[in-house]
């Protein structure tokens, strides 16, 4: 059974970073494209990053690009992202989840979920 576990959210300084992890067990994990969401209360899941199964293709979306980076360590079956220069508006639930297949920035094709860890940037 796949299990994707978040960690390193909390609260944070406008300006400040900090930097998710996501442990990933039951499955190959290099095989698989990788990203994460966000949501905010009363708002929609917002794509933030994915990264193809071998770590060599990125996407971004635009609110985020050039602050944040998503990497991954396969043998260590772990994902990141590390957020820089946060701002006030990426305060969200942060979750990571696995693609079915690839490299893919729709949300309908990721097959699994963590449980999400919260990030709060302070004004």
């Known amino acids: 059974q796949v299990q994707l576990v978040e960690s390193g959210g909390g609260l944070v300084q406008a300006g400040g970073s900090l930097s998710l992890s996501c442990a990933a067990s039951?499955?190959?994990?290099?095989?698989?494209?990788m990203g994460w969401f966000r949501q905010a209360p009363g708002k929609e899941r917002e794509l933030v990053a994915t990264i193809s199964s071998a770590g060599g293709r990125t996407y971004y979306a635009d609110s985020v690009k050039g602050r944040f980076t998503i990497s991954r360590d396969n043998a260590k079956n772990t994902e990141y992202l590390q957020m820089n220069s946060l701002k006030p508006e990426d305060t969200a639930g942060y979750y990571c989840?696995?693609?079915?297949?690839?490299?893919?920035?729709?949300?309908?094709?990721?097959?699994?979920w963590g449980q999400g860890t919260q990030v709060t940037v302070s004004s």
């Open positions: 039951g499955s190959t994990f290099s095989s698989y494209g």
């Open positions: 989840a696995r693609a079915r297949y690839g490299f893919t920035t729709s949300a309908s094709l990721y097959s699994y």
